[in-house]
């Protein structure tokens, strides 16, 4: 018997901030709503420390709970509302809730001069019991729900300057886009409930793995639809369009729901059902290449963006997409340990760039920055950090579970040119994150340093923010730093900590885990490719330290040589002006000609305005009857007399 | 001798239709209320007729009723008849067509 782990509390804590600062926030002091807001996130956070000691302690993994069974049962299908932890579900949980309760505390300080703090605390909450509900649920259906609720909480906040028609349009965009994902997972459940008869996580696996003879078919389709819908939400190609958009939310909603866990969701559902992928090499190798595709296309838009969020946004794509890469070729554990490790350092680059946007007072675009360097020391040692870890340098937290899944890619069969796309992505990456360094904190000032200065409290020069936003940037400073360790691969005299621990789930699902014992050819090839991994990158932040750096106009040469290339890229491969002429532009015709002017207008408007045109012209009419006048009333009545008589007389036999 | 029914019938119907030209021509409100109780009448007689051709009484108990009921509506007519000339200082119908005082 196994002590209770009480998952069940998980979830409703952050929904009780949410119900509290929801409901009432409005009217309370803005420190109660910070103090709801914190505590309940903290314990949570409490909790899966808690849970993780106890897990230790020896409760045996995968752990179910299940509330209401059946939840929903319906002609012979049934689904519970349960929770399951697994080890997968703990690194989701710590991450979930260690770096949402640190991006809380953050947006105390970030957010002290909004409007609407009670509202953004709330929501924050939300998105915590969504994201929660997500990674605990044991069946599909329940996940959806999660997936679901935080692609809401996602919308809500996109859009949470609601009166600026960008943030609303970035949400309304997010929001449909997401929707397209969404009806594949939903086709994927379907298809699921129509060949297993449940939507159970443990049922439908232990149904494939049962069945050695099922392969490809109706799982690939399931797989391939279930892709749709982690492409969605991961922000992948072909749905990644409403990531760079989402930036219009507040920072600390790009940091924590845009870049460290809601878009992980995909990576974390393609995780959950390995299994099934397993089954289906067509989709393994669609993954592969989508998820190496999307890193080497976002991070070469990446390059030119000069707004400072976009930049992260587009190398968020693009380090989802070397997760993808990761789960394509089957290295889930390095999927999931590149989740942990960008959720660390992605989450950090966002806060630090918050905290130089409000160091600034709203100024975004890197062009107008420059110089930050002495003004915001703490920003700018742990922005250092952030981007040497995404850079992939030794031996920050990105170095590990890059190189992991590169290596990964590199041994996977037919994966070289999957290598080769991810390496370049590496010195890409490497090269865009230093450009956005050199063109924040170095270089001389171009701002106005008399007339910048955030919000309320006037023109005292450019400083940094309070404590409360200084302490999440350190810690996840040194998270960006030591969080890789866990990951130390054998090959460097580690013990790759997280392969293992996750070993249980996806042990036999991936055929690329290195044995035990590496052999000498192993770890020096694994030493090759880590180096050669770090010559890109280094190569990169060498090429950004020249032409934004030491030569500054190098970077204007290159941008007049190559002119082609240079406005293609600018202009973000017009994905977003072609998506409006072969989708948007063709449904919004069809909506306002058709189903706007033909259906709304003409058939329902038109049968309204049929109706009462008939109505008022028969009152019209029989309105004169009612003259008022007694002896035409007579008449009528004598008429009607007459009238009856008539019938009554000469009809009625004829009846 | 017995007169046949057909010319009893005849006369109430006459005095019917005459009751009812007049309710239908006349403006004057007490000449169309004379109207009235000259239909009423024209059924009296019709239905005496009847009562004496089958030789039922309840005809002629029908015809207490019918004159029962026409003097109590003489009585309240007549005084919405006064109550109205007092308001309107006239007795034509076709000038009281507002449907109100």
């Known amino acids: ?445 171009r701002y106005d340093e008399a007339t910048t200065g955030h919000g309320g409290h006037g023109s005292h020069g450019v400083h940094e923010g309070p404590w409360s936003m200084l302490v999440p940037l350190i810690i996840l400073g040194v998270l960006s730093l030591c969080g890789g360790w866990i990951g130390w691969p054998a090959a460097l005299g580690g013990n790759d900590w997280i392969a293992h621990f996750l070993d249980p789930i996806f042990a036999g699902a991936t055929n690329v885990l290195p044995a035990a014992a590496p052999t000498a050819a192993a770890v020096q090839l694994a030493r090759i490719l880590a180096g050669v991994s770090m010559a890109v990158a280094l190569f990169g932040w060498w090429l950004a330290d020249l032409m934004y750096r030491r030569k500054p106009q190098l970077a204007d040469d290159a941008a007049q040589n190559a002119k082609a290339l240079y406005t293609l890229i600018w202009n973000k491969y017009w994905v977003d002006q072609i998506y409006g002429a072969v989708i948007v532009g063709p449904v919004l015709a069809f909506s306002r000609n058709v189903l706007g002017r033909g259906i709304e207008t003409g058939i329902i408007d038109g049968a309204n305005t049929a109706m009462t045109v008939t109505a008022s012209g028969a009152s019209s009419v029989i309105r004169r009857m009612q003259s008022g006048n007694i002896r035409s009333y007579a008449g009528w009545l004598a008429a009607g007399a007459a009238a009856v008589l008539v019938v009554v007389l000469y009809l009625a036999h004829s009846f | 001798m017995t007169v046949p029914i057909v010319w009893y019938l005849i006369l109430s119907a006459a005095l019917f239709c005459i009751g009812v030209c007049g309710f239908l021509i006349k403006r004057n409100i007490i000449t169309i209320f004379m109207s009235i109780e000259l239909m009423l009448n024209a059924v009296n007689l019709s239905f005496v007729t009847f009562a004496n051709h089958w030789h039922q009484v309840s005809g002629q108990i029908f015809v207490f009723f019918v004159m029962v009921v026409a003097a109590a509506e003489a009585a309240v007519g007549l005084a919405i008849i006064i109550a109205l000339f007092r308001s309107r200082n006239t007795l034509n119908v076709d000038r009281i067509d507002l449907m109100k005082l």
């Open chain 1, 1 to 445: 018997m196994t002590p209770s782990l009480h998952l069940w509390l998980l979830p409703l804590l952050p929904l009780a901030g949410f119900v509290i600062n929801g409901i009432v926030g409005r009217r309370l002091p803005k420190a109660f709503v910070s103090t709801v807001a914190l505590l309940f996130p903290a314990a949570a956070f409490a909790q899966v420390l808690w849970i993780v000691a106890q897990v230790h302690q020896g409760v045996a993994l995968p752990y179910l709970e299940s509330f209401a069974t059946p939840w929903i049962a319906v002609s012979g299908f049934h689904a519970n509302f349960s929770f399951l932890l697994d080890q997968l579900t703990l690194v989701m949980l710590l991450v979930v809730t260690g770096v949402g309760l640190l991006i809380h505390i953050y947006s105390v300080g970030y957010m002290a001069a909004e409007d609407g703090y009670w509202r953004f605390f709330s929501y924050m909450n939300l998105f915590l019991f969504f994201m929660l509900t997500l990674v605990l649920s044991a069946n599909f259906l329940l996940m959806f729900v999660g997936w679901e609720g935080v692609g809401l909480v996602s919308y809500l906040l996109i859009g949470f300057y609601y009166s600026k028609d960008s943030a609303a349009n970035a949400g309304k965009k997010a929001f449909i886009v997401n929707r397209i994902g969404d009806f594949g997972f939903l086709l994927a459940m379907f298809l699921i409930i129509a060949h297993f008869g449940t939507l159970s996580f443990r049922q439908v696996f232990a149904d494939i793995s049962a069945h050695p003879e099922l392969h490809g078919g109706f799982l690939t389709a399931i797989a391939l639809l279930l892709l749709l819908g982690a492409t969605g939400k991961s922000a992948q190609i072909p749905l990644y369009v409403w990531l760079p958009d989402a930036m219009e939310g507040p920072t600390p909603v790009s940091a924590l729901i845009h870049a460290a866990t809601m878009v992980t969701a995909g990576v974390y559902m393609l995780a959950r059902a390995h299994v099934l992928f397993g089954r289906s090499p067509l989709a393994l190798t669609i993954i592969a290449v989508i998820g190496a595709a999307t890193a080497f296309f976002a991070a070469t838009i990446g390059i030119l963006q000069t707004d400072i969020k976009r930049v992260l946004a587009y190398s968020t794509i693009s380090q989802l997409g070397y997760m993808f890469l990761a789960c394509g070729v089957t290295a889930y554990s390095m999927g999931i340990f590149h989740l942990v490790t960008h959720a660390f350092f992605k989450a950090l680059l966002f806060l630090a760039a918050g905290s130089v946007i409000h160091a600034l007072g709203g100024e975004q675009d890197m062009r107008n920055m420059g110089g930050l360097r002495k003004k915001l020391p703490v920003t700018f040692w742990t922005m250092t950090a952030a981007v040497l870890a995404i850079s992939g340098l030794f031996p920050f937290a990105g170095f590990f579970s890059k190189d992991a899944i590169l290596a990964a890619s590199f041994a996977a069969p037919n994966g070289k040119a999957l290598w080769a796309v991810g390496l370049v992505t590496a010195g890409l990456t490497s090269f865009y994150m230093f450009r956005l360094w050199y063109m924040t904190f170095f270089r001389t000032a």
